[in-house]
């Protein structure tokens, strides 16, 4: 079956701008997930949505950083006014629900993202 | 705090040699997951196992292999017989079922360089 699909592949946008960033889960998987990576923090959890609650938003790095995830499916994450720290590869995973313990989660191939 | 320490930055082998891959974790929790990925040069990351905290047999999974030691709170991966293909950053993970659903918390990852 498909995949963990997440738009564009690329993205330069200069700094200031805002960008949205898109995720489609695996169909059935009720849990979402954003991660970034970069080559000086690694790879860090920023949000999680779990079916219709509330999401925690306890990994994101500022309040420039928002997500939101539509009819518990397609997440978007946008990032206002960008700085160049924000450069990096931003993930989305998904997984099943868990009726107990860490359910394995599948990535994205992620958005690769550029301020210039 | 929880923590994922993967020491070893960079791993060069040539084709056929065994090679290992440390992790060593930390959690307070009696219950948590321990998953590996592997992230190719395409850059998607590929799952490819996941542990729970009361299972303590090894795994084997054609030349792969985990050595799962709560004593040490190690989660080794061992690849037999590596070839060029293995050739990529391999990231332990861990699970705290208390910290954000079930995000998961990287190690800075292991790059492997196979040679033929």
């Known amino acids: 079956g498909a995949g963990v699909s997440q738009s564009p592949s690329n993205k330069v946008t200069e700094k200031g701008k805002d960008v949205e960033l898109r995720c489609d889960p695996i169909s059935g998987h009720t849990a979402l997930y954003w991660y970034r990576q970069s080559l000086g923090q690694g790879l860090e959890f920023l949000i999680y949505?779990?079916?219709?609650?509330?999401?925690?938003k306890s990994g994101l790095p500022s309040d420039r950083f928002s997500a939101e995830r539509t009819g518990g499916s397609v997440s978007t994450l946008t990032i206002q006014r960008t700085q160049q720290e924000d450069s990096a590869v931003y993930l989305c995973?998904?997984?099943?629900?868990?009726?107990?313990?860490?359910?394995?989660?599948?990535f994205g191939p992620g958005t690769r993202l550029l301020v210039l | 705090a929880q923590k994922v320490t993967q020491a070893q930055t960079e791993i060069s082998v040539v084709e056929k040699e065994d090679v290992t891959l440390d992790c060593v974790y930390e959690?307070?929790?009696?219950?948590?997951?321990l998953f590996w990925y592997k992230q190719p040069p395409s850059g998607e990351l590929v799952f490819l196992i996941r542990r729970n905290s009361f299972d303590e047999q090894n795994e084997i999974s054609g030349r792969y292999s985990w050595n799962f030691q709560k004593s040490t709170s190690s989660f080794n991966f061992t690849i037999t017989a590596s070839q060029v293909v293995d050739s990529a950053v391999y990231f332990c993970?861990?699970?705290?079922?208390?910290?954000?659903?079930?995000?998961?918390?990287f190690g800075k990852g292991t790059t492997l360089s196979v040679s033929s």
């Open positions: 995973a998904s997984s099943y629900p868990s009726s107990g313990g860490a359910a394995t989660q599948y």
């Open positions: 949505f779990q079916g219709n609650s509330a999401p925690d």
């Open positions: 959690t307070r929790d009696t219950t948590y997951y």
């Open positions: 993970a861990l699970s705290d079922v208390n910290q954000a659903g079930t995000a998961l918390i």
